[in-house]
Each structure stands twice: as C-alpha cells, then as structure tokens.
C-alpha cells in the first residue's frame, strides 16, 4: 500500500465506521434509558392507585385482599382485559396465591424470592418475566389488613414486549443510517482525495515534459495546495541548478573544441608546409609542433586529472599534514619562475599548523593556488602566504589589477581564463577547477575574494 488515496482510505474509513458505531451506540442507550423511565413512571403511579386503594379502613365484613372490590373502575378496566399490558397477583405469608387478575390468563407474576423479608422491607421493582417468557417492569409491596388481619404481598407489573419491541425497531433504523452515512462518507472521501491528488498528477505531468532543451521552462504552481508549493519551488531550484550546469558543459565542450583546435591546425598546417617544401623547413617549424603537442598533452594531462580527482571523493586517505612543510615543497617547484618574475613571497604560516587530510589532494590544491598567484601576479609584485581565521587552512593573496567581481563566479570553472591570459601557452585554464574539485572531494570549502585589487584565495574547514 505506497499511494496517498489507498492510505487515506485504509485509516479515515475505519475511522468513519467507528464514529457511526459510538454515535449508534449514544442514541440508542438514550432512547432505551427514555423508555425504560417512562415505563417506570407508569408503573409507579399505577402502584401508587394501588396502594392508596388497599390502604383506605378496610370494611369489617370485607375479607382481606378483596382487591376486586376496592379499585376504580379504569383500574379494574385494565386489569379484567385479557389484552391489557397491566397485572396483578397477590400472595399470602405462606406463598399461596390470593388472586390474580384476569389480563395474566394461565401466566402467574413471579413471587418475590423472600416474601417474608418483602412484608418486613420496603418496596421493591425488577425486572422480570412472565411463564410465557414475555419480559416484563414488577413492583412489589406488603400491604397490611389491619391488626388482627395478615399481611398480604403484592406485584403489579407491565408488560415491556412493546418497549423492547420499539428499540429494535429504533435499533435497525440507526444501524441502516449508520452504513448510509459511512458509504456515503467512503464516496465523499474517494470524491475529494481524487480532487485534491489533481494538483499532483498535473505536476507531475509537468516533469515528464522536462528535456535537456526545455529546461529554462519552469513549473506552474499555479492551484497547487500550500503543502505542495515548497516542492515545486525546489523543482523549479533544480531545473535552474541543471540549466546553468547544462549551459556550462556546453561552454566547456566550446572551450574545449577551441582550445584543441588552435594548435592541432597550427601543428597540421606546419606539418602540410614541410612535406610540400621540405627545403624550406626549419628547426623552429620541428620546435613550433613540440610546443604545440606539449600544450595538447598538458591540456589533456589536466582534464585526466580533473576527471580522477572529481571521482577520488570515496578514496581519500587521512593522516597528519604539516601545512608548513607542504607549502615549502609547492614553493620549491617554482623557484624558477619565481625568479624570473621577480616575485616576492611572504609565507606567514606557523610551523606548528597541522591538518589531518589526503596529502595527495591537500598538495594538488596548494600547488594549483600558489602557481596560480605566481603565474598571475604582476611582474616585481608580492604573494602573500597565511591563514587569517581558525576557520582557514590558507590564504593566498597576490595583486591583481585585471580581475572584475564578476570574474570571481566564473574562475573556477573548467578552461576558464581571463582574456589578456589567453596568448599563454603555459596555463589551460584548469588550474582552479582542479584546486576546487580536490577541496570538494575534502570536504573543504575554496572560496575567492577580491579586495583593493588583491585576489584573496582561501581554503577553509567547512562549517
């Protein structure tokens, strides 16, 4: 069961059938507790006719419990009607019957288990039944004849078919409401979990339209509930996020088709005018196609590496690196254009300054940063070495006159260089790509900062 409409179903229904059960349950213990109050009211007002009847001064020559005598005549009316729902029996001390009226016909009242203690008590009311099974609400009482008569125990008592016989009418008519009203519930239910999955089903049919040339289209969220816009408005992120790496693979393809077909036309053309005038070829033609192919091995060099370090995520190793030392080794390797340039380098980390990292990587970075600040910054110019925060691993800082703001977003992206670099056949413009690439497979953050014409280039712990 994975669908929204077959969960909502599987709990609201139950949930639907068991409010009918308890509202069922409410109204028919109400109506029972009605008619069983109206029942005993009657049969206590006709118990009270009774005894107010049999407790008047008895007539000397009257014998006790001549009941017949003593009643009004709509009280004997009921009690002489075979049809009636009223009755009354009367027993002596001993249990014998003294009489009982005619609406019993062969049934007898049931005695009161303990007429002695029914004499002694005070009234008493149960419910009972008749020989014929028929239930039925008895009040039993003692009434005395007079000093030298005995007692006499009595019981009146109603008839309850017809009462029982209205709560289950009552009865079958709630339980017929009951399931017309969950049934009706179940559609309603089915009616609007299918109106409000509508918004869902046109997303996503929205998203199955989504190619790799629609994707400046942005979904409609138009009508979607609030609960659903967050994930259309992270769906319309997404596209963005996939539209720009989509625009800069095709730029990289761009760069890339140009930055291999410059000198491979260079490289065929020389080759083409040697073969032809072999005469007039020269040993700077042989040095021009050993330059050119050297550029194509360092370009494809940098993409292998580029590819192996972006994949190099699940293999870094940690252990202990002396950032210090590290920074000595990448300086090492440009002494020469260091001197050339006449660069100056202020290396201000402290030699105590550890971090547990890949080294591999960690060198690949630095070594990408500091060639970077070398190559870039103006002749007779100073590179700065430190680390400004707790937060820092590094920062390099070097002049840099001809970067904009806008440079620093685009930087870091694959062939990538600034148009007055484009004549040097030292850089392919993947130095910073990788750097970035190797920071990210650290789990570190690269960031760039352009401030008084100095790049600030900072490797940071992640927060």
Excluded at 66 to 81: G, R, T
């Amino acid at each position: 069961m994975t669908s929204i409409r077959a969960k909502l179903l599987f709990w609201l229904v139950p949930c639907f059938v068991n409010i009918a059960i308890l509202a069922i349950s409410a109204l028919y213990l109400s109506e029972q507790r009605r008619l069983n109050a109206s029942l005993t009211n009657e049969l206590n007002e006709f118990a009270r006719i009774i005894k107010l009847t049999l407790k008047r001064p008895p007539n000397r020559f009257t014998p006790p419990a001549a009941l017949n005598q003593d009643f009004s005549a709509n009280i004997m009316s009921k009690l002489d009607n075979e049809n009636s729902n009223y009755y009354l029996q009367s027993w002596d001390k001993q249990g014998q019957t003294l009489r009982k009226s005619i609406s019993l016909g062969d049934n007898h009242l049931p005695a009161p288990s303990s007429l002695q203690q029914t004499v002694h008590s005070n009234d008493v009311e149960y419910n009972s039944q008749l020989s014929n099974g028929d239930a039925i609400r008895v009040y039993s009482f003692a009434v005395q004849g007079g000093p030298r008569k005995p007692a006499v125990v009595i019981s009146v008592a109603i008839n309850r078919e017809e009462i029982n016989q209205q709560l289950s009418t009552y009865a079958l008519q709630l339980i017929a409401g009951g399931l017309f009203f969950c049934t009706l519930l179940s559609v309603m239910l089915v009616f609007a979990i299918r109106k409000a999955l509508t918004p869902i089903q046109n997303l996503s049919e929205q998203v199955a339209k989504v190619e790799a040339g629609s994707l400046h289209n942005r979904l409609i969220a138009t009508n979607v509930p609030s609960e659903i816009s967050p994930l259309v408005d992270r769906l319309n992120q997404l596209l963005a996020r996939l539209e720009q790496s989509f625009a800069r693979e095709r730029q990289f393809n761009n760069d890339l088709a140009h930055e291999l077909r410059t000198p491979l036309a260079a490289m065929r053309t020389t080759s083409e005018v040697a073969l032809k005038w072999p005469e007039q070829s020269s040993s700077e033609d042989f040095q021009y196609i050993a330059e050119s192919s050297a550029q194509l091995q360092q370009t494809i060099d940098s993409l292998l590496s580029l590819a192996r370090i972006e994949n190099s995520s699940a293999e870094t190793i940690l252990e202990q690196v002396n950032i210090t030392t590290l920074i000595e080794e990448c300086l090492s390797l440009q002494t020469a254009q260091i001197q050339q340039r006449n660069i100056t380098i202020s290396q201000l980390v402290t030699q105590d300054q550890y971090i547990v990292s890949d080294p591999r990587l960690l060198r690949v970075i630095f070594s990408n940063l500091i060639s970077n600040a070398i190559a870039y910054a103006p002749v007779n110019s100073r590179v700065i070495i430190d680390s400004e925060s707790q937060q820092s691993i590094i920062r390099i800082s070097n002049h840099a006159p001809h970067l904009a703001e806008d440079d620093l977003t685009t930087m870091f992206d694959r062939l990538w260089r600034k148009d007055k670099a484009r004549t040097d056949n030292q850089h392919v413009g993947l130095g910073l790509s990788i750097a970035h690439s190797a920071a990210q497979a650290l789990s570190l953050k690269l960031h760039a900062r352009l401030s008084e014409q100095q790049l600030h280039m900072s490797l940071n712990y992640s927060k």
